[in-house]
Structures are given as structure tokens and as C-alpha cells.
């Protein structure tokens, strides 16, 4: 896959994609730095390497579709709202955080958008809000955001099933990196993705690219038969850079070293050098900026679980 | 001839409503055809007969009848109309639906293991429980009906039950004698006298011989047994107007006196102590009328309510042989009571040392102490001797 | 009325006065209508809002709370409580917990419907009474069908608590008429308590029995017999809402000496909840310790003999009442 890529050039950006991409690297890198120098509680996940695929769908869907995100998702909730310090302040339990500090990274819901920490849990919540929006506002989706690691749970094929007997306007985006937090997908996924939509009768779509702007071409089509209740399966293989949390990155090295070629942000770099130049730097220095401003905050105060 | 059964129709329901009959009673059906419809809570199944025949509905429309019960019955000829179906009785439910369904309020009390034993005790009828209005009765429900019934005149000691239930037959236990019915009233009456009346006690000696001739020949006058008793009473109900007291009741430091004489006698043949009540003392022949009917009904415990209640003074009797003094119970509600001892022999020794003999009798008087104090109780006697010698 | 045709009532009123309500489940489609018949007719007059399910209780649930989360009002059928077990994830985790963890509260107007409990022969899996587990589930209230409580009201009740809630329906009640009880005994309501004393009382009963509905007619039997052989008298209370309890509503009624009595197996009951709010507030009142009375822990067996000595039934209420006064 590394040596179909090697010849291929990734499309130039808008300001604007490219900002939000440079924006998710620098703000999953900032968690990293801040995790190492014991900065940052619990646990964090970063999708570095993968911050191309919520970026590529956010001009498919529209602030009236509903978006289920997932453990990895700062990068959908940056896409979607770009509002680091939001984010940053709900990981780090500061005032102005998105959720009051009691979600965290993981469990965030904002006007409608929502992530759940427990793997394919949202799969038949994201059903059932495809039924209300089949309903009520037809041609609105609700798009749910798994891993390959997800397939593992049963909760995804009683999703799937219902999908596609009630015809729902249901996209699932698989992010396939490969590796289901230790475990390679080839030790835990009997069969493939795709076998698993045509067991439903369900249209499935493989991307392999990186590339933004040929991943809105391949997918219009496609989501716009969402929306009038034909279920999708957008597999995106994609890698990892990052450990699953932190500290946890037991892969060998030449399965590391192939992510990182395969980086759109080493590629883009590489593709488009003044572009990435004149904006990397202004990100980085602008997450810089949040990280500095939100770690000064005050605590986030809850009035608790019966308010 | 088939019986047609209700099959259990699912496991949810311990019955089954009938909703439709869909042959007529007395109809002609055919086997396989469908006869009535039952309701579950699921849903309605239709039951067929098995056989071709009459049909004759047993279970009635609009009722609930259990698995196994009989619904309706298949005859070879068309018999007679069968009378009106009768409600179907339900198989007996389980003890847990005994407190759930009930269709219609029942007025009936619920009565008390432990209540009924009382009433059987206390010889307390269901009727007086059900009288009481009462949706459980319990044991004290009856206990202080009993109480209520014996109230606070002198013979209600014995009126704790009306004449005809003669329920005494309870078996004592080994080695224990359990008290009659009217024995346990007796009880409570003295047991109430001991309790409220402080008692005084006074006798004096009266010459009976004179009295006894006497009463033979009121016997053959009246042509009624005439006795000491006959003629005690008629003379205590002779006092009455000189002695108003000796016929009232006490009530804390009031006495309420007594319109009339009204005697209760003592009677004991062996079936329990009774003491009805003489109300009539105007003449000889209806005290000893009344006392002779008395007698009989003593021997039997046949009494009425009527006779039991009312007196506001006791004659007891304790002229068995050789008893010379008896100190009576005074009855609550009454103040006195008086008692008549056995007529003994007595050798009188003359002024001139001769020996004659005479007949006497101790005649005692227990009196309530907070009413009549001893001069009062020898005055009455005196007078009682008096009126006895007239 | 039966307690079955109220529930179905209180569903045509349901859809009749919420354009927003779905009651979906398995097998719920008319002509069949459900399991136990509760929602018969339901679909032919709301076919687009009644919906049969594949035997998926995760998904169902999940897609109630996917429906709840879009402002709609949700009612799930299990066919089986015992089943719920499969729908845990889904009120644990995402339900309950969505109404607060998101750090504003997110209001989920949803019920689970669990048909509970033995008695029927169906044997270990299908016999369970399970309100234990859900038992202090923040987020997350449990309710119980009663023959006492009208069945609109408490659906009115539980969906305004804009939370998921668990609504058990013990089985054996569905046959049964609603309010009627042998007329030695007399139901008041305070509240959303149902009160039953014993006709004429007149003083403070000899003891006092807390029971979800389930066992109502259980503990009359009870009840009863303890008058007619022992005159012990006893008052039963039955709460609508099991958990949160509201200990407050009870505290009036209660005397010094306390029962609670539930079908659920030994071992973290709800009882052992309910003893546990009581004896913080009575301690000094109380003769002993709150009794709790329930089956033995043990799976719950198919064969009717075997079963009735697991479950717990009226004798067994009988003999704790005469136990704890008696001793």
C-alpha cells in the first residue's frame, strides 16, 4: 500500500482544511507533551495520523446531522467545532470545558454531537436517531464513528441489522488502523469489513487515500444515498501514529515507521511546502497559546449528577 | 352422555371467563362444532364439543370457571330442559388468590380462630357477632359482648346467654374441670360483689316452728307448695316501705331507691345457681306460684330472660340439713341479701326447769356497709321477725 | 378491570397524547400483540410508531435511548426481564449515565418494560425478578406495577422524571383485577403510597409489611391468615417508585416492627436497601432489625413443587411475621 502511495501527490488544500488538519496534529501533540510532563489526568487518545477523516466529512454533513463519536474523537469534535479551548478545558477539568470536566475526552455531547466510551454502544443509539430523523427531518444522517477493534462487538451487527431492514439513514466510518488498541486486526477480525456489510445488504465503500479532496469525490455520492435511507460502511485504512492511549505502543518498528510514512502531514509537507510552512507554525504557536490560557483556568465546577 | 371440561388453555391463568355460548341450551350439536367461547387474559379460544348429541349448558355466562370444572354437558337425546344453569363453582383456588378477587362485598364479619373459641366458651351465638357491626371479630370483640350482656343488675349474673342455648358442653381437659357456662356467670358476679360492695354481716335468731305450721296450712289454703321461702319473701316484700334503703342502689353517695319490691330467690338443684327474680309480691298464692314454676325451671336451667333480671334485693335459701349460717353474696346492684338457714331443734329451759323444745332458724343479712350500718340491719331484722310472727 | 387490560390502556393513552411516543419490543405486533398481550392493538391503530424488533434487546434499548435522545418518548418492551441482562450496556452505561455525564443534564424520557418473576413453571432464566441489580444505578429510577396504581398515572410519572426508567411487571398481576382486594382489608392512597389495613382496626397495626406490587396478593394471604388464626394484624405498603425510595412517604405509616417482602432471590436485595434508609432513620423506634423477606438463593427451579419452595410466597411471609413477633 506504502509503494502505491509513494508516487501518488496529495491535492492542494483550502486554508481552511489545512488549518484544522495542522490544528488537530498540534492539539493531539500539546495532550501528548502535556501527559508527559504529568500535566493531564486519567487517560487520552489521540487520532494523530488520522485527523484527515473527520476533516474529509465535514463538508458532506451538515450541523443538522447527527455525529457519534467515539474514545479517539478529538478530532471529529474539532472538525465539527472547532473549539480547542473547549476541549482542552474539558480534559483538563477547567472552567469553560465543553462537558463541565465530568465527561472528559471520551464522553462529550454538544448540541448534536456525542461520544460514548464503550465500544459499539452508540451503533443502535445512532439507529434509533436515524429512525427519529427518517421521520421527522428526512434527509438528515446520523454518522457514527467506529474502529476496527469495534467489530467486536455485537452491539454493531444488531445496528447494522436494524439499518437496513428500516432502510436508516445510518453512516458508520470505520477507521481501520490496523490495530485494535494491542491487538492487530488480523488477530481479532475473522473476515473483513466489507463482508460484513454485504452480510446485511449494506453498501460498503474502502478508502485507502489520504488525500481530502479525493475522499469528498468518492464519498458525495455515497452520503447522499444516506440520506435517503440507504445505510453506508466507509472503511478508511488508515494509521495509527500514536499509541492507543498513552504510553502503550507495543507495535514493532517497521509497522511504526510505515504510519509514518504514510503521514499526510509528512506528505503534505513534503507535496505542498510553502502551504504547510506559511500555516503550521501560526497553529502550532495558536495551540500553544490555548494550552497556556486553558492551564490557568480555574477548576470547572458541576452542580452535580441530580441538577 | 359426555361431560365437557374446561382444558387448561395456557399457564398464565388460574381462570377463565365465560364470554358466549354459541349453541342454545338444549340444542343439537355436532362433534367438532364449536360451543363456547372463553376469554384469557391472552386471548379468546373456542372450546368444541367431542361429541354429536344435546347440548345443556352448565357453567353460566359472564362467570369465571376454572381448568377442569365442567362447562356444559352432551346428552344422546334431547332430555327434558335442564333447570336454569346454576353459577359455575370454580375448581377451589389456590390459598394465594384467597385474598385477591372478590366480586361482590360480602356484609359477613370475618371471625377469628381465636374468637371462635371464645364464642364457643361463652356461649356467644353468630348472630350477636355479626350484630356487632364489626369486620373482624376478635376474641375481645366477644369478650366484652359477654361483659355487655352481664350487666349491672343483681340477676344478670345468670342472664349471660337467652334460655335456649345451653352451649355448656365444653369437654375439660384432663385432670381440669372447666366451669359451666352459668357457673363462670356466678363467678363474675361475685367476683364483681367482692370487688365494689364492702360487706357487713349480722344474724339473728328467729323462731320458725309457728312459721312452719303456718306455711302447711297456706299450702292447702293456696293449694300451692308454701314454704319458708314463700313466706320470707312475701314478708322482706312487706318491709318495703319502711325499709326503702334495703331496696336501692348505691351510686357512689347517692342511693337510688326502688319503686317496688322486686325479689330475686336463690335455686340451685344441681344444674347451676340461679336466682330468678319474683316480681309479683302482692299475694301469697303469686309468690308461691312464681317460686313453684321457679323450682321447675331450676332443674332444667329453663329460664327466661325476663325472669333473670330486675331484683333489687336476694332471699338466699340454705335450709339443707344442719347448715346454720351462711353469709349470701349481696348481688351488684342490690345492698342486701338476706339468708335462710336450716331449722334446727332447740331445748328451751323453763323458769320452772322444764325442757320444751322449739324450732329456730339463723336468719342472716349481709349488707353493703357504705349504706345500712348495724342498727339499721338488727332494726330490719326485728322488723322481718315481726311482720314473719303477724 | 384486569391489571394487564389497564397496562394496555394506559399504552393506546400513551400514543393517543404523545405524537412523540414508540413503544417498540419484540413480537409486539398485533395480531400476536405482545408476549403477554399487553400491547394488542397498539400497532394496528399506531402502526408508525409501534415497532417490532428482531430479538436484539441491546439494539432495542439502544434505539429507545437513540429515540429519547431526539426528544422523543421511548417505550421498550423485554419480553423477559431476565433478558434485560442483554440490554445492560445500554441502561448502565450510556442511559442512565447520559442524563448527567455530559455535565448538563440531558433529559431521556424513556421506560423499559420487564415482565417479571416466577410461579409459571418457566424455569431459571425466565423467572427472575431482577430490580436488585439496577439497584443505586445514578440516573437511572426503578418502578413496579401494582394492582393499586393506575398504570397512565405511573407512565405519566416516570417519563416526567425526564430519566430512563425500569418498569417491573411482575406476571403473576397481569390476570388480576386492579384495586380489588377481599373485603376484610381496605386500600387508602397517600400519595403514591398504596396503604392496606386490615377493616376496622382502629389502632396501630402489629406489624407493618413494605411490598412492591408483585406481592401484594402474597402478602394478603398472609395477611389474613395471620388474623383469622393468630389476630396478629398487619398494614401493607406498597410504593409505586422502588428506587430512588421515598423513605419519607413511608415513615408515618410505620410502627416497631418492619418487613420487607420481595420475590427477588437472597443477597443484595432491594429490601436489603429499604432496611438499610429505615434503620437510619428508626433505629431507636424499631424492636429488631427491618426482616427481610425473600426467595432462597437459589436458581429458580421448572418443576411447580420445586419451584414453590424457592420462590417466596404467602406461608413464607407468614411465618417471618410470626417469627419476628413471636420470635
Same mark, same amino acid.
Given at each position: ?307 | ?67 377442569? #370444572?365442567?362447562?356444559? +354437558?352432551? @346428552?344422546?337425546? /334431547?332430555?327434558?330442559?335442564?333447570? *336454569? =344453569? &346454576?353459577? $359455575? %363453582?370454580? !375448581? ?5 388468590? #384467597?385474598?385477591?378477587? +372478590?366480586? @361482590?362485598?360480602? /356484609?359477613?364479619?370475618?371471625?377469628? *380462630? =381465636? &374468637?371462635? $373459641? %371464645?364464642? !364457643? ?5 353468630? #348472630? ?15 369478650? &366484652? ?27 375439660? &381437659? ?217 | ?327
Amino acid at each position: 500500500m506504502t509503494e502505491i502511495l509513494d508516487g501518488l501527490r496529495l491535492s492542494r488544500l483550502t486554508d481552511d482544511d489545512l488549518e484544522l488538519l495542522l490544528l488537530v496534529r498540534h492539539f493531539e501533540l500539546k495532550l501528548l507533551e502535556l501527559y508527559g510532563r504529568g500535566d493531564l489526568n486519567g487517560t487520552t487518545h489521540t487520532c494523530l495520523g488520522q485527523e484527515y477523516v473527520p476533516v474529509s466529512l465535514r463538508s458532506l454533513l451538515g450541523p443538522a446531522d447527527h455525529v457519534f463519536s467515539n474514545h479517539r474523537g478529538h478530532g471529529h469534535y474539532l472538525s465539527r467545532f472547532r473549539d480547542p479551548h473547549g476541549l482542552l478545558a474539558e480534559i483538563m477539568g477547567r472552567e469553560g470545558a465543553v462537558c463541565g470536566g465530568v465527561g472528559g475526552s471520551q464522553h462529550i455531547h454538544r448540541d448534536r454531537y456525542m461520544s460514548t466510551g464503550v465500544q459499539g454502544e452508540s451503533m443502535p443509539v445512532a439507529a434509533g436517531v436515524a429512525l427519529h430523523l427518517k421521520r421527522s427531518e428526512p434527509g438528515t444522517l446520523a454518522c457514527v464513528h467506529i474502529g476496527d477493534g469495534t467489530w467486536g462487538e455485537g452491539a454493531v451487527y444488531e445496528a447494522l441489522n436494524l439499518a437496513a431492514l428500516w432502510r436508516l439513514p445510518l453512516l458508520v466510518v470505520v477507521e481501520n488502523n490496523g490495530i485494535a488498541q494491542s491487538t492487530p486486526t488480523s488477530s481479532q477480525m475473522a473476515g473483513t469489513v466489507a463482508g460484513r456489510a454485504a452480510a446485511f445488504g449494506i453498501a460498503h465503500q474502502l478508502i485507502v487515500s489520504t488525500d481530502v479532496n479525493e475522499i469528498r469525490l468518492s464519498l458525495e455520492r455515497e452520503i447522499a444515498g444516506v440520506r435517503e435511507g440507504r445505510p453506508l460502511v466507509v472503511e478508511f485504512v488508515t494509521h495509527r501514529l500514536g499509541p492507543h492511549s498513552k504510553g502503550d505502543d507495543i507495535r514493532p518498528a517497521d509497522v511504526v515507521r510505515a504510519a509514518r510514512e504514510n503521514d499526510w502531514y509528512a506528505r503534505y509537507a513534503h507535496d505542498h511546502p510553502e502551504h504547510f510552512h506559511r500555516l503550521d507554525g501560526a497553529v502550532k504557536a495558536e495551540v500553544e497559546a490555548v494550552a497556556e490560557e486553558v492551564a490557568a483556568r480555574p477548576l470547572s465546577r458541576w452542580e452535580g449528577p441530580c441538577a | 352422555m359426555a361431560d365437557i371440561r374446561v382444558p387448561k388453555l395456557n399457564n398464565n391463568d388460574t381462570e377463565y371467563l365465560v364470554v358466549e355460548w354459541l349453541v342454545g341450551n338444549g340444542k343439537p350439536v355436532v362433534a367438532g362444532e364449536p360451543i363456547a367461547v372463553l376469554e384469557t387474559s391472552k386471548a379468546t379460544d373456542e372450546l368444541e364439543a367431542e361429541e354429536s348429541g344435546y347440548l345443556h349448558h352448565v357453567a353460566a355466562l359472564d362467570t369465571w370457571i376454572a381448568p377442569g #370444572a365442567l362447562l356444559a +354437558r352432551i @346428552t344422546a337425546e /334431547a332430555t327434558a330442559q335442564q333447570p *336454569a =344453569p &346454576a353459577v $359455575a %363453582a370454580p !375448581e377451589p383456588v389456590p390459598s394465594e388468590d #384467597a385474598a385477591g378477587r +372478590r366480586d @361482590t362485598p360480602v /356484609a359477613e364479619p370475618v371471625v377469628t *380462630a =381465636p &374468637a371462635r $373459641a %371464645a364464642m !364457643e366458651e361463652l356461649g356467644v351465638s353468630h #348472630a350477636e357477632v355479626a350484630s356487632l357491626g364489626l369486620a373482624v371479630i376478635r376474641r375481645t370483640d366477644v369478650e &366484652a359482648l359477654v361483659r355487655g350482656r352481664t350487666g349491672q343488675t343483681a340477676s344478670d349474673a345468670t342472664e349471660d346467654a337467652p334460655a335456649e342455648e345451653r352451649q355448656d358442653t365444653q369437654e375439660p &381437659a384432663a385432670g381440669a374441670h372447666r366451669l359451666s357456662r352459668v357457673q363462670r356467670a356466678v363467678a363474675r358476679a361475685v367476683t364483681t360483689s367482692h370487688a365494689t360492695i364492702p360487706a357487713a354481716y349480722t344474724v339473728v335468731k328467729f323462731e320458725v316452728g309457728p312459721l312452719l305450721e303456718r306455711a302447711r296450712g297456706l299450702s292447702r289454703e293456696v293449694r300451692r307448695p308454701v314454704g319458708l321461702a314463700e313466706l320470707f319473701v312475701q314478708a322482706v316484700a312487706a318491709l318495703h316501705p319502711a325499709f326503702p334503703l334495703f331496696f336501692a342502689s348505691v351510686d357512689g353517695d347517692r342511693a337510688h331507691p326502688a319503686d317496688a319490691p322486686r325479689v330475686g330467690v336463690t335455686f340451685d338443684m344441681g344444674e347451676g345457681l340461679y336466682v330468678p327474680v319474683v316480681h309479683d309480691t302482692g299475694s301469697l298464692k303469686a309468690i308461691a306460684d312464681t317460686l313453684m314454676r321457679y323450682r321447675l325451671a331450676a332443674t332444667e336451667g329453663d329460664f327466661r330472660e325476663k325472669d333473670l333480671t330486675g331484683a333489687n334485693i336476694a332471699v338466699t335459701l340454705h335450709t339443707d340439713a344442719d347448715v346454720i349460717l351462711a353469709i349470701p353474696l349481696i348481688f351488684p346492684g342490690t345492698v342486701c341479701a338476706l339468708a335462710i338457714t336450716s331449722p334446727q331443734p332447740e331445748p328451751l329451759l323453763a323458769e320452772d326447769g322444764t325442757v320444751t323444745m322449739r324450732t329456730v332458724a339463723n336468719i342472716g343479712l349481709a349488707y353493703d356497709h357504705r349504706l345500712i350500718n348495724g342498727r339499721d340491719a338488727a332494726l330490719f331484722l326485728a322488723a322481718l321477725r315481726t311482720e314473719l310472727q303477724a | 378491570m384486569r391489571v394487564a387490560e389497564n397496562l394496555n390502556a394506559a399504552l393506546h393513552g400513551l400514543l393517543d397524547d404523545d405524537h412523540t411516543a414508540y413503544v417498540l419490543g419484540e413480537d409486539i405486533l398485533d395480531p400476536y400483540g405482545g408476549a403477554f398481550k399487553v400491547t394488542k392493538g397498539l400497532s394496528t391503530r399506531f402502526p408508525e410508531r409501534v415497532i417490532g424488533t428482531p430479538i436484539s434487546e441491546g439494539a432495542l434499548t439502544g434505539v429507545a435511548a437513540g429515540l429519547a435522545l431526539t426528544g422523543n418518548t421511548a417505550v421498550a418492551e423485554i419480553m423477559f426481564g431476565d433478558f434485560v441482562a442483554l440490554a445492560f450496556d445500554q441502561l448502565c452505561n450510556f442511559a442512565s449515565k447520559s442524563v448527567s455525564m455530559y455535565g448538563k443534564r440531558l433529559p431521556l424520557r424513556m421506560v423499559v418494560r420487564c415482565p417479571t418473576g416466577g410461579g409459571r413453571g418457566y424455569g431459571p432464566t425466565h423467572s427472575q425478578s431482577l430490580q436488585k441489580h439496577f439497584v443505586g444505578m445514578p440516573g437511572l429510577s426503578l418502578y413496579e406495577m401494582s394492582p393499586f396504581h393506575d398504570n397512565r398515572a405511573v407512565f405519566a410519572a416516570m417519563l416526567e422524571r425526564g430519566e430512563p426508567c425500569v418498569f417491573f411487571e411482575d406476571k403473576v398481576l397481569y390476570t388480576r383485577q386492579m384495586e380489588q382486594v377481599d373485603p376484610l382489608f381496605v386500600v387508602r392512597r397517600d400519595g403514591d403510597l398504596a396503604v392496606v389495613d386490615i377493616r376496622d382496626m382502629g389502632h396501630r397495626p402489629d406489624c407493618v409489611v413494605i411490598a412492591p406490587g408483585g406481592m401484594v396478593h402474597r402478602v394478603l394471604g398472609a395477611m389474613r391468615s395471620l388474623m383469622m388464626e393468630e389476630e396478629i394484624s398487619t398494614r401493607l405498603l406498597v410504593p409505586s417508585r422502588l428506587y430512588p425510595l421515598d423513605v419519607g412517604a413511608l415513615l408515618p405509616h410505620l410502627g416497631d416492627v418492619v418487613l420487607v417482602a420481595e420475590e427477588s432471590t437472597a443477597g443484595g436485595t432491594w429490601g436489603s436497601e429499604v432496611a438499610h434508609l429505615l434503620h437510619a432513620r428508626l433505629w431507636d423506634r424499631l424492636r429488631g432489625p427491618v426482616r427481610l423477606v425473600h426467595s432462597r438463593a437459589s436458581v429458580i427451579p421448572t418443576a411447580a413443587h420445586l419451584e414453590n419452595e424457592v420462590l417466596a410466597g404467602e406461608s413464607t411471609i407468614h411465618h417471618a411475621v410470626r417469627e419476628v413477633l413471636h420470635g
